[in-house]
């Protein structure tokens, strides 16, 4: 009777407690594989849209609703929306002049406007005036391009009817909402409906950390995407917690830091988003950074081992703003000397700071220095290996001495060749990849 009874009790704890502890993680064998993965942090540099109805008021997208903007007001907006200016080819070109590799867009974002004509809202694009089907265009225009398509897509939706919460930071849940029917027939529906027509490479969540989504919910919605397509990247907003790092319960294949650049990470993959102005969504005169900041945001987010998503708010005409525009090309002409530092490198080994960032790629060392206030630049730690020979890229050769501990010293010119960010390329004897991670006392 007793083993009966404890032969129960293990009964119901294998069946009741386990189960729910292991549909928490999402199995091995269906993650995203490493090859896939590497290849996504190769590209390093991606362009983020945020785009909708919004841009008619020029406030942020899906956060000015019942805020800057009544609800009622914020919903009907879409009727009136005609960007006729909007040219897909064109995006994509100043995606790709810029230098990006992947573009990912706003489907959805939390104001639960569709860009695509989807069977499960009347919410969407072919109820505007415009009419056109905004995610399929840029789609074909990423493939003609050869730039990578991806779709940002937010788990909560502040507009449907059975999603609960219809404010930001609501408190009481709304009783006739139905999140079961939310998550599986039209959230699985509207994500069938971009993976199978668009096919896109990645897909950005967003959203999570409102309580009815669960972590059960996004490890069984992440079972479900890869069973539409195995190598369908996603990032770690599907699943609740932390974003800015990877933990044992992240769901999603990497890590994405908002609007600060990451930390040097050489085990897990991660991606800064960060705007180019001030918000997310189109704003008259916003401030935008300088191309500086530009340039050392992407050179620290490489040497941070990082890639950067770099988020553009087109307006409500359709078009881009022309000194964004420029901004972009100037990065894009940068990168045109520059870029064999950039793509397809890893970052480190020492972690960027204000002064330089390294990336490195097989026995090539890259020094990016962002200061022009230096003489010189010692680098500790180089032990085991021999430095060849330095130059600026696209430059002159560039002094230095190696001591016997493996320390370089770097002697930088009065005059740099790039006031933004000049790199130095060291050959050494070694392959530069297999240096650890060396921590820096501060210079
Ligand atoms: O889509 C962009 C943001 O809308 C979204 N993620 C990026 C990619 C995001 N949703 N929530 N959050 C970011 C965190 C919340 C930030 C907030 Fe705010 C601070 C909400 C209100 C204050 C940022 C600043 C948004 C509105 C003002």
Redesign the pocket.
């Given at each position: 009777m007793k083993k009966l009874c404890l032969l129960f009790i293990s009964f119901f704890f294998l069946t009741t407690l386990l189960p729910a502890q292991s549909t928490q993680e999402v199995a091995a064998n269906i993650k995203t594989n490493k090859k896939i993965m590497n290849g996504f942090m190769d590209l390093r540099f991606g362009m983020?849209i945020?785009w909708g109805p919004v841009t008619l008021r020029g406030t942020?997208?899906?956060?000015?609703r019942g805020n800057q903007v009544p609800v009622e007001e914020y919903d009907n907006l879409y009727k009136e929306f005609d960007p006729v200016l909007f040219d897909a080819d064109k995006w994509v070109k100043t995606a790709k002049d810029a230098g990006m590799k992947y573009l990912t867009i706003?489907a959805k974002?939390?104001d639960g406007f569709c860009l695509w004509p989807t069977a499960f809202t009347e919410h969407n694009i072919m109820h505007s005036q415009y009419k056109k089907d905004i995610v399929g265009e840029l789609a074909k225009a990423c493939k003609k391009q050869g730039i990578k398509f991806c779709i940002?897509f937010?788990v909560l939706d502040w507009y449907d009817p059975n999603y609960p919460n219809h404010l930001?930071g609501q408190k009481e849940i709304d009783p006739k909402a139905n999140m079961n029917k939310f998550v599986n027939t039209t959230m699985k529906g509207e994500l069938k409906e971009l993976i199978t027509r668009y096919h896109p490479y990645m897909l950005?969540f967003?959203?999570d950390?409102e309580k009815p989504w669960t972590q059960e919910y996004a490890v069984e919605m992440y079972n479900y995407l890869k069973s539409l397509d195995p190598n369908v990247i996603i990032n770690n907003r599907l699943g609740k917690g932390d974003h800015v790092e990877m933990t044992s319960t992240s769901v999603g294949d990497y890590a994405t830091p908002?609007q600060t650049i990451g930390a040097l990470n050489m085990k897990d993959p991660w991606e800064t988003?960060m705007t180019i102005c001030q918000q997310?969504a189109w704003k008259p005169n916003d401030k935008m950074k300088s191309l500086k900041e530009c340039i050392q945001t992407l050179a620290k987010t490489s040497g941070g081992n990082g890639n950067l998503l770099f988020?553009v708010g087109p307006m409500l005409d359709g078009r881009m703003e022309e000194r964004q525009i420029q901004r972009l090309k100037e990065m894009g002409d940068w990168l045109k000397i520059y870029g064999e530092s950039i793509y397809n490198t890893k970052g480190g080994p020492y972690a960027p700071n204000d002064t330089f960032a390294t990336t490195r790629k097989g026995n090539k060392l890259f020094v990016h220095i962002f200061s022009d206030k230096i003489k010189s630049l010692s680098l500790p730690g180089l032990t085991d290996l021999k430095v060849l020979r330095a130059h600026f890229i696209g430059g002159a050769k560039v002094s230095f001495t190696q001591e016997t501990n493996g320390d370089v010293v770097i002697s930088l010119p009065a005059q740099l060749p790039n006031e933004n960010d000049s790199v130095i390329e060291f050959d050494l004897n070694s392959n530069a990849e297999n240096i650890p991670v060396i921590t820096m006392n501060k210079n």
């Open positions: 983020f945020h942020e997208i899906g956060w000015s706003t974002h939390h940002y937010t930001p950005w967003d959203g950390w908002e988003c997310w988020n």
